[in-house]
């Protein structure tokens, strides 16, 4: 009986070549695949940034409404503890003007000690504007005696874990 051999002259090494092209392309998919899941991952975290951001800016917003809800005194509206004049219309409104800084404390309402938010870079602030007076009559007949109520506007900021990610809420409130 005769044994066979293997010859290896016919031989070229084709197998490796395309092993090593599987390889390659499993290499590709497996490093794009990585990707795709970071880039996913920043996105998550930047919306719950952003949502944080927005939440503590709703809370201080409501924790300004509630000084224009109370039946005692009202601020002086000259500027200190985050009291303000509104400017007129065609001017810069006040968070806007030149040298605003929402993070200087002295010029804005900072969230109580005992209702701070966990978890943000900085607490939420606010500021509180009188804009100004509507009349409007008490009755429905007209010569009646008019009414003013007056118009606040309310602006907050909230902060993320991070102070670079903030928003800006903004509300009107009208008080008899």
């Given at each position: 009986m005769k044994?066979?051999?293997?010859?290896?002259?016919?031989?070229?090494?084709?197998?490796?070549?395309?092993?090593?092209i599987f390889l390659a392309m499993l290499s590709l998919l497996g490093v794009a695949a990585y990707s795709v899941a970071t880039q996913e991952e920043r996105m998550s975290g930047n919306t719950r940034e952003?949502?944080?951001?927005?939440?503590?800016?709703?809370?201080?917003?409501?924790?300004?409404?509630s000084v224009l809800v109370t039946q005692g005194a009202l601020p002086a509206f000259d500027g200190s503890g985050g009291a303000y004049t509104a400017p007129a219309a065609d001017q810069p409104q006040t968070?806007?003007?030149?040298?605003?800084n929402w993070k200087d404390?002295?010029?804005?309402?900072?969230?109580p000690t005992g209702a701070s938010?966990?978890?943000v870079a900085l607490q939420p602030r606010c500021i509180?504007?009188?804009?100004?007076q509507i009349p409007v009559?008490?009755?429905?007949n007209e010569g009646q005696p008019l009414k003013f109520l007056v118009v606040y506007r309310v602006t907050a900021?909230?902060?993320?874990?991070?102070?670079?990610?903030?928003?800006?809420?903004?509300t009107t409130y009208v008080r008899p």
């Open positions: 044994k066979k051999t293997l010859s290896l002259r016919g031989q070229r090494g084709t197998v490796l070549i395309i092993g090593l952003r949502i944080r951001a927005f939440e503590s800016a709703e809370a201080s917003l409501r924790d300004c409404e968070y806007e003007a030149s040298g605003w404390d002295t010029k804005v309402r900072v969230m938010i966990s978890g509180l504007e009188r804009v100004g009559n008490e009755g429905p900021a909230g902060y993320g874990a991070n102070s670079s990610t903030s928003t800006l809420v903004q």
